[in-house]
């Protein structure tokens, strides 16, 4: 009865199965199954070959000269479907031992790498499935073989996925935790050029539509070169290779020289590019390597836009938007980091203060608007003239504090007065006619007393200023430290 079952079942079941594979779907007429067991359909069908050669075998000997009524007796017949049966299902046990061996290693393999995937996803360490671990001995060529050799391929496609996907979490990890620009892009020049084995590089960032480095490593020469060059290669997020600009070459500890290839891995976000990682390779570059880069794109542009937006709203934050010099919460948190490093180091400290004279004049005969162009003027004037290390707060409507790191009392006269000079000569157009202001100043050089208090410092210039307005504006008037606390014989 349930032979009979199983028959009734295989009558309803499609006789036509559908394969995926990487060219399409394609259809396959496989033979009837009698069972859902593979193994069981291989059994009965040698057990119903072997009874046919049982029942062929006795007329087939009638060929040979064995007589009929000796090949077609009924216990000369029973043996031989006995034999049929028999030699079927020996072929069906040698099969199970050689075939279903093999079937069932490779089953209990896909079964360890299923569970090692599913237990450490997401782990530093994937050796507990890796190929070495999880590999398939290929012992035969035929299609077992080729099972086998499947298997192995596709676990070291696993792997390197795996390992892929770990490089790139790695590095989406080590860039999203900064955001001061200067660290991140140190940060990703780093982590690119170790996870690819690139022998130099550099990230360029475009700010305003120029194109600048901002960060670079063992790379000499103008890695920029023809910006129309770059400009090409970041048009689309595409990965493309540069060619090497004349002069560029990698200096290395042992010897420099030319990289043998550079890539441009563009960094996008928004829709518009951000700037770019040239990375120089001293060898042909692996195209596995291209790959990495493509999965390192969408983080580490995540992570420049960040920094980009955190430094401008640092900016924002820090200047003055008229004049474009910090304001004065900023300037004067500036000031007081200075003043401590001067009082820890007892170098000197220079303080400026300036106010445009007659400025309500200015605004009350030609208007707001050319009062904000003087003092756009005089603020560009002060920024020429100081140095990079200097510090031009706005603290008033046109009153002005410079701070001078490392400025002695000869050094902040000297500032101020070219200051004062070069404000004098300038000719501000307003609407057709040109105007000139003059601005009066105060300053002081501080060496380190026992002042402890950086405003007792502005309101000293401060004095000095306001000297300078009552005795006729346009001049400088230098105080001494001295005159608040203690006499220094060096200032």
């Not at 009392?409 to 105007?435: F, M």
Request: glycine share 8%.
């Amino acid at each position: 009865m349930l032979f009979k079952s199983e028959l009734l079942y295989a009558d309803t079941q499609p006789m036509m199965v559908q394969k995926q594979d990487s060219v399409g779907v394609e259809s396959r007429w496989l033979s009837p199954r009698v069972t859902s067991s593979v193994f069981w359909d291989l059994a009965i069908w040698m057990a119903v070959f072997g009874l046919l050669i049982g029942v062929a075998f006795p007329f087939a000997v009638t060929l040979f000269g064995v007589p009929s009524h000796i090949s077609l007796r009924p216990d000369f017949f029973a043996g031989a479907l006995f034999a049929g049966v028999v030699v079927g299902l020996v072929n069906f046990g040698l099969v199970r031992l050689v075939v279903g061996k093999r079937l069932q290693q490779l089953s209990r393999r896909m079964e360890y790498v299923s569970t090692a995937l599913r237990d450490t996803p997401f782990a530093a360490d994937a050796s507990s499935c890796s190929p070495d671990a999880c590999r398939l001995n290929v012992d035969s060529k035929d299609e077992l073989g080729d099972v086998a050799q499947s298997f192995n391929r596709l676990l070291e496609s696993l792997n390197s996925s795996w390992t892929t996907e770990a490089a790139i979490r790695s590095v989406a990890g080590s860039v999203a935790g900064h955001l001061d620009f200067d660290e991140l892009v140190i940060t990703i020049l780093d982590q690119y050029a170790a996870r690819t084995g690139a022998a130099a590089g550099a990230v360029i960032v475009e700010r305003d539509g120029m194109l600048s480095v901002a960060s670079q490593r063992s790379l000499v020469g103008d890695v920029i070169g023809d910006a129309r060059v770059l400009q090409e290669a970041l048009r689309s997020p595409a990965i493309t290779a540069m060619t090497i600009p004349p002069g560029v070459a990698v200096d290395s500890v042992i010897v420099s020289f030319v990289p043998r290839g550079i890539l441009v891995i563009p960094l996008w976000f928004g829709g518009q590019a951000l700037g770019a990682v040239v990375l120089a390779f001293s060898s042909n570059v692996d195209p596995a390597a291209i790959r990495l880069l493509e999965g390192f794109q969408p983080s580490t542009s995540v992570a420049l836009n960040n920094a980009l937006m955190y430094e401008r709203f640092q900016r924002l934050a820090a200047l003055d938007p008229l004049t474009d010099v910090y304001n004065r919460r900023f300037g004067l948190n500036r000031l007081n980091e200075e003043f401590a490093r001067s009082t820890r180091t007892g170098s000197p400290l220079g303080i400026l203060s300036l106010d445009i004279d007659h400025f309500k004049g200015v605004n009350d005969t030609y208007g707001h608007l050319a009062g904000d162009r003087v003092l756009r003027s005089v603020t560009s004037i002060m920024r020429s003239c100081v140095r990079a290390g200097d510090i031009v707060i706005r603290t008033g409507g046109e009153e002005f504090t410079v701070v001078i790191p490392g400025a002695g009392y000869n050094d902040v006269k000297a500032l101020g007065e070219r200051i004062r000079r070069t404000i004098q000569l300038e000719r501000v157009d307003i609407g057709g006619s040109e105007i000139s202001v003059t601005v009066s100043l105060g300053g002081l050089s501080y060496y380190g007393t026992e002042i402890r208090d950086p405003e007792e410092l502005l309101v000293k210039a401060d004095q000095s200023m306001y000297a300078s307005k009552q005795s006729g504006r346009n001049q400088l008037t230098m105080s001494r430290v001295h005159e608040l606390a203690g006499d220094l014989s060096h200032s």
